[in-house]
C-alpha cells in the first residue's frame, strides 16, 4: 500500500535530550513537510524539502532539524533547543502543486 | 498578510442535523487557492477539496456541500444529514499567490464537531 508512514505514534522526552522523529513515504513524492500541531491551532510549517538533500525552514524551525539523504525519507529532530516540544507532529508528502498526503502523527510529550 | 479564521472552535450536533462550519480568510491575492481537509481521531488529515479564486461556482460531492463567496471572502463547509462518522477536527486552508507548494499553504486554527447519535 503507497502513503505515508510515520513512526513512533507515542514519543516521550526528557529534558535537554534530542529525539528523532521518522517519515517514510513510498508514494515517489518529491516534496515533503513537517507540520506541527498544538491544541486550537492550525497547522504550522517547521521545514520542508522539495528534491533530496535541499530543505528549507519554515514558519517554526527554530529548535528543530532536518535531512533530506533520500527521497522516501524527511526525519525531524527535536534538539534540546525547542523549549516548548509538547506537540502533535505531522509530516506530508506531495508532488509539487497537487494535493499533499499526510502521515498519522507523532504524539511529542517531555517528561 | 494572510489569515483564515474559523469562529467556531467547537460544535456539537446532533446525528441527521445539518451543521456549517464557517471560514473567512483575508488575502491580498488575486489567485489564490482555498482547502478544506478532515482530521480523524486517528491524526492524518484527509483532503476533501480545493478551489481556486476565480471559479464561485458552489459545490456538492453526497452531504458536503461548499459555498465560496468572494464578496465576504468566505469558505463555508455544510454537512448534510450528520452522521457520527463525521465527527473530527476541520480545517479551512488558504495557499499564496497562486497554486504552488504547501509552503505557502496557511491553515485555519481548526473547528471540532461532534455528531451525538
Known amino acids: 500500500d503507497g502513503g505515508i508512514t510515520q513512526s513512533p505514534k507515542y514519543l516521550f522526552r526528557k529534558e535537554g535530550q534530542n529525539v528523532t522523529l521518522s517519515c517514510e513515504q513510498n508514494?515517489?513524492?518529491?516534496?515533503m513537510y513537517w507540520y506541527r500541531q498544538d491544541p486550537g491551532q492550525g497547522l504550522r510549517l517547521i521545514y520542508y524539502?522539495?528534491?533530496?538533500?535541499?530543505?528549507q525552514k519554515g514558519d517554526i524551525a527554530e529548535g528543530y532539524s532536518v535531512s533530506r539523504e533520500k527521497k522516501e525519507s524527511f526525519p525531524l529532530t527535536v534538539t534540546s533547543a525547542q523549549k516548548n516540544p509538547t506537540a502533535f507532529y505531522l509530516c506530508?508528502?506531495?508532488?509539487?502543486?497537487?494535493?499533499?498526503?499526510f502521515g498519522q502523527g507523532t504524539r511529542l510529550t517531555v517528561v | 498578510a494572510q489569515k483564515v479564521t474559523q469562529a467556531q472552535t467547537e460544535i456539537s450536533v446532533v446525528e441527521k442535523e445539518d451543521v456549517t462550519l464557517d471560514c473567512v480568510y483575508e488575502?491580498?491575492?488575486?489567485?489564490?487557492?482555498l482547502f478544506w481537509y478532515k482530521q480523524p481521531p486517528s491524526g492524518e488529515l484527509v483532503f476533501l477539496i480545493r478551489?481556486?479564486?476565480?471559479?464561485?461556482q458552489n459545490e456538492i460531492s453526497g452531504r458536503y456541500s461548499w459555498n465560496f463567496q468572494k464578496s465576504t471572502s468566505s469558505f463555508n463547509f455544510t454537512i448534510t444529514a450528520s452522521q457520527v462518522v463525521d465527527s473530527a477536527v476541520y480545517f479551512c486552508?488558504?495557499?499564496?499567490?497562486?497554486?504552488?507548494?504547501?509552503?505557502?499553504?496557511?491553515f485555519g486554527p481548526g473547528t471540532s464537531l461532534s455528531v451525538i447519535p
Open positions: 506530508a508528502s506531495s508532488w509539487l502543486n497537487t494535493e499533499a498526503f
Open positions: 508514494l515517489n513524492h518529491d516534496a
Open positions: 524539502s522539495q528534491i533530496v538533500n535541499d530543505f
Open positions: 488575502t491580498r491575492d488575486t489567485t489564490y487557492y
Open positions: 478551489r481556486n479564486s476565480f471559479d464561485e
Open positions: 486552508a488558504l495557499s499564496e499567490r497562486g497554486w504552488t507548494s504547501y509552503d505557502k499553504v496557511i
